[in-house]
């Protein structure tokens, strides 16, 4: 175990932890955009950066992004310094820039005390802060669908030479992680469409409700060794199935089990 401070708190962690994971775990709320627990940590939004020092450096201190910093015997940890403050409105001020019309950064920009960005905000923006957390998600999924093109203003996130990737399975986990919904996508008439790619979803045998799509479906029974047919029931229709066998494995009443 470590023993380090966080906001003057002594508090305890598991030798290689993060210490946005013990900041987190404290119920302490600092941002951190490209974060997420499943993929590795990257540190790209900068967002999460934190004070630290020791009493053996003399009044030295230092600024790390805490998603990628770990955790040291004594370290001595601030979130919300002066300084701090300082460096996290300087980054959603260029987020501001880049992003203007993101309802996610307004909010997070304005909590800083920056409601309007002191740089030329960028004409053709899509509020996409190019924290490669869907690119990361799609990786760790196993499909590399989707990544990151180009240098500069130019710099994107996108399927190979800007065509419906081949890749792709619509499992939505790009979209529905993205931390300020610039992925588009739609469900209609039993469709998803998703980076300019179409794709059937599967309909419940029981309730008629659509749940993924037929290739996550194939691709999921193909690596996992789950029975296609197993898709074909959703979840609900599932637990309901479960929950009548268990119940008459244990001899409940008709009544119980409805």
């Avoid at 119920?27 to 499943?38: F, Y």
């Avoid at 008439?189 to 479906?217: D, H, M, P, V, Y």
Wanted: proline share 5%; charged share 25%; with cysteine.
């Amino acid at each position: 175990m470590v023993t380090l401070t966080v906001n003057g708190r002594v508090v305890q962690a598991q030798e290689g932890e993060m210490l946005l994971e013990v900041i987190r775990r404290e119920g302490i709320d600092i941002p951190a955009l490209c974060h997420h627990e499943a993929v590795e940590p990257f540190g790209a939004c900068r967002l999460c950066m934190v004070e630290i020092t020791k009493e053996a450096w003399d009044g030295w201190t230092n600024h790390v992004t805490s998603c990628l910093y770990p955790v040291e015997q004594d370290l001595i940890v601030s979130t919300h310094t002066p300084k701090v403050n300082e460096l996290r409105k300087s980054v959603l001020d260029l987020q501001l820039a880049r992003c203007p019309n993101s309802p996610e950064i307004r909010k997070l920009a304005a909590e800083y005390g920056v409601n309007e960005t002191s740089f030329e905000s960028k004409p053709d923006a899509d509020n996409c802060i190019l924290c490669g957390l869907c690119t990361r998600i799609c990786d760790k999924m196993g499909f590399n669908a989707i990544s990151t093109v180009g240098r500069g203003h130019g710099k994107e996130i996108a399927p190979p030479m800007h065509e419906a990737p081949p890749d792709c399975v619509g499992c939505l986990s790009c979209a529905l992680n993205c931390p300020t919904n610039v992925i588009e996508y739609s469900d209609v008439n039993g469709k998803r469409t998703i980076w300019g790619k179409q794709f059937e979803l599967i309909k419940c045998s029981e309730c008629g409700k659509t749940t993924i799509t037929r290739e996550f479906a194939q691709a999921l029974s193909d690596r996992k060794g789950i029975p296609i047919e197993y898709f074909e029931k959703c979840d609900h229709c599932h637990r309901k199935e479960l929950s009548l066998t268990m119940g008459q494995v244990a001899g409940w009443s008709k009544e119980v089990q409805s």
